[in-house]
Nanobody, 128 residues
Framework: HVQLVESGGGSVQAGGSLRLSCGSSSGHTGRMYCMAWFRQDPGKEREGVVALASDGSTWYADSVKGRFTLSKDNAANTLYLQMNSLKPEDTAMYYC??????????????????????WGQGTQVTVS
């Protein structure tokens, strides 16, 4: 069983920054997985924010390009999401997700929620 744990959320004013972290005691953020961050507002569908393939390739949603940056610390088995220039529309619960069946590839289908079978409890981001 893969356990992912997100942290780093909080409340900030528009224009501020936050850094989210996603860790796994089992080391799954460093394996041959497609890893992604999704977010969900109550009453809305979960949407893809960014994905990272095992070769370091990244995909970003248009709404966050130029503002969010994904990185990974393999030694610490931790995925980071640096969020700058935050906007009120970024307010959501953010989830770290893992697809273990793609041999580390994400591809154009990176934002399909159905491919991710592991996720954490989420961390809330509120921008006012």
């Amino acid at each position: 069983h893969v356990q992912l744990v997100e942290s780093g959320g909080g409340s900030v004013q528009a224009g501020g920054s936050l850094r989210l972290s996603c860790g796994s005691s089992s080391g799954h953020t460093g394996r041959m997985y497609c890893m992604a961050w999704f977010r969900q507002d109550p009453g809305k569908e979960r949407e893809g924010v960014v994905a990272l393939a095992s070769d370091g390739s990244t995909w970003y949603a248009d709404s966050v390009k130029g503002r969010f940056t994904l990185s990974k610390d393999n030694a610490a088995n931790t995925l980071y999401l640096q969020m700058n220039s935050l906007k009120p529309e970024d307010t959501a619960m953010y989830y770290c997700e893992a697809d273990p069946f793609s041999a580390g590839r994400c591809g154009d289908g990176w934002s399909l929620i159905s491919r991710y079978v592991y996720w954490g409890q989420g961390t809330q981001v509120t921008v006012s």
